[in-house]
């Protein structure tokens, strides 16, 4: 027992040198008891939660206008005053949009989501204006110029969306080489 006291005590006259003997500055105890005491400081906190909830709102939206414009497209009644050729370009054409949308919405990544969003507002839009083709269709019956403002707005969509996705093409690309210097 006495070896293991003494080879403590050589340990601790190692360090006599060291230890911290000063006294403290006048109010050090108040300052450390009001720190003690303190609330503690709220780290600042990532407004994720309301960032999560205005994307999941817009996904909803995304979906919701999808859907609508896959059964707006859908041939219903309202072909009632065209051209069976009116009808099979209107097919034609949906399908290929579809096609494109379906391309599109498979490269959601955090990184494109925004672009995609944005996209999809503006297939909204085209699809508004497609709803006025189809409006004064069913008041003046099927002319060349409608069938060529139907096809017209199925071409803008189609060469937008093919942009859209050439865009996020570009970032992926961008974000692998990013990548693949940080390996």
């Not at 005491?37 to 909830?53: F, R």
């Amino acid at each position: 027992m006495k070896e293991k006291k003494d080879s403590i005590e050589t340990l601790f006259s190692q360090f006599d040198n060291q230890w911290d003997t000063e006294t403290p500055r006048l109010g050090h105890s108040d300052r450390f008891l009001k720190k003690l005491n303190a609330e503690p400081v709220q780290k600042k906190k990532k407004n994720w939660i309301p960032l999560s909830l205005a994307a999941s709102l817009l996904l909803i939206a995304g979906i919701i206008g999808f859907y609508q414009l896959k059964n707006d497209n859908q041939p219903t009644n309202q072909w009632q005053h065209a051209s069976a050729q009116t009808k099979e370009t209107h097919d034609y054409f949906a399908s290929l949009v579809e096609k494109e949308l379906n391309d599109l919405k498979s490269k959601q990544t955090p990184e494109t989501e925004q672009i995609i969003t944005d996209a999809l507002a503006q297939m909204k839009v085209f699809e508004f204006d497609y709803q006025k083709i189809i409006t004064e269709l069913h008041k003046n019956g099927d002319t060349k110029q409608l069938l060529h403002a139907m096809i017209l707005n199925f071409q803008t969509r189609i060469s937008f969306l093919e942009e859209v996705i050439k865009k996020i093409e570009i970032i992926s690309y961008q974000k692998n080489i990013e990548n693949e210097k940080f390996i």
